[in-house]
T-cell receptor, first 113, second 113 residues
Framework: DGGITQSPKYLFRKEGQNVTLSCEQN?????MYWYRQDPGQGLRLIYY???????QKGDIAEGYSVSREKKESFPLTVTSAQKNPTAFYLC????????????FGSGTRLTVV | QQQVKQSPQSLIVQKGGISIINCAYE??????FPWYQQFPGKGPALLIA?????SEKKEGRFTISFNKSAKQFSLHIMDSQPGDSATYFC????????????FGTGTRLTVIP
C-alpha cells in the first residue's frame, strides 16, 4: 500500500542531544513537509521541500535541519539548539494533482528527558 | 499572521445533532479548500475538499458550504456520532508559488451520547 511512514513512533531525547526523525513515502510525491503540533494546538510548518536537493524554511525552522537527497525521504533533525523540542511531529507529502491535498504520516512523539 | 481563521476552538454536540465549524480567509488567490480530521495520536486525514467554482459539496454526512464573496467556508457534520469526536482542521492553498496548504488552528469536536 502507498503511504507515508514515520519512525520511530516515540522518541526520547536527552538535553543537548541531536535526534533524527525519519519520513519515507512511496507515493511518488514531489513535495514533502514537516509540521510540529503541540498539545491542543494547530500545525506549525517547520520545513518543506518541493524537489530533491532543495528545501525551504517554514515558520519555525530555528533549531531544526532537514535534507532531501532522495525523492522518497525527508528526515528531520532536531538539534540541541531547539530549546523546547517536546511535541508531536508530523510529516506530509503532496503530489502534483492538487485535488488530493496532503497525505500525512502517523507522527512521531518526541519527549525530552 | 493567520492566513486561515477557524472557529470555534472547541465544540460539544449531542449525538444526532449538527456540528458546524467555520473558517475564513483573506487571500483571494486561494482556490482549494480541504478539511482534515485528526484522532488523538494520529496524523490528520483528508476528509473532504472543495474548489470555489461550487458552493457546496456533500460526502455522506459531511458537507462543505462555500461562500466566495464572504471568503468563508464551513464544515457541517449531520447526525453527529461519538465516533466523529476528533480535531478538525480547515486549510487553503493557491495555485502557483510554493503551493503550500495554510491550516486553521483546529476545532476539537466532542460528540456526547
Amino acid at each position: 500500500d502507498g503511504g507515508i511512514t514515520q519512525s520511530p513512533k516515540y522518541l526520547f531525547r536527552k538535553e543537548g542531544q541531536n535526534v533524527t526523525l525519519s519520513c519515507e513515502q512511496n507515493l511518488n510525491h514531489d513535495a514533502m513537509y514537516w509540521y510540529r503540533q503541540d498539545p491542543g494546538q494547530g500545525l506549525r510548518l517547520i520545513y518543506y521541500s518541493q524537489i530533491v536537493n532543495d528545501f525551504q524554511k517554514g515558520d519555525i525552522a530555528e533549531g531544526y535541519s532537514v535534507s532531501r537527497e532522495k525523492k522518497e525521504s525527508f528526515p528531520l533533525t532536531v538539534t540541541s539548539a531547539q530549546k523546547n523540542p517536546t511535541a508531536f511531529y508530523l510529516c506530509a507529502s503532496r503530489g502534483r494533482d492538487r485535488n488530493y491535498g496532503y497525505t500525512f504520516g502517523s507522527g512521531t512523539r518526541l519527549t525530552v528527558v | 499572521q493567520q492566513q486561515v481563521k477557524q472557529s470555534p476552538q472547541s465544540l460539544i454536540v449531542q449525538k444526532g445533532g449538527i456540528s458546524i465549524i467555520n473558517c475564513a480567509y483573506e487571500n483571494t488567490a486561494f482556490d482549494y479548500f480541504p478539511w482534515y480530521q485528526q484522532f488523538p495520536g494520529k496524523g490528520p486525514a483528508l476528509l473532504i475538499a472543495i474548489r470555489p467554482d461550487v458552493s457546496e459539496k456533500k460526502e455522506g454526512r459531511f458537507t462543505i458550504s462555500f461562500n466566495k464573496s464572504a471568503k468563508q467556508f464551513s464544515l457541517h457534520i449531520m447526525d453527529s456520532q461519538p465516533g466523529d469526536s476528533a480535531t478538525y482542521f480547515c486549510a487553503a492553498s493557491a495555485l502557483g508559488g510554493a503551493n503550500n496548504l495554510f491550516f486553521g488552528t483546529g476545532t476539537r469536536l466532542t460528540v456526547i451520547p
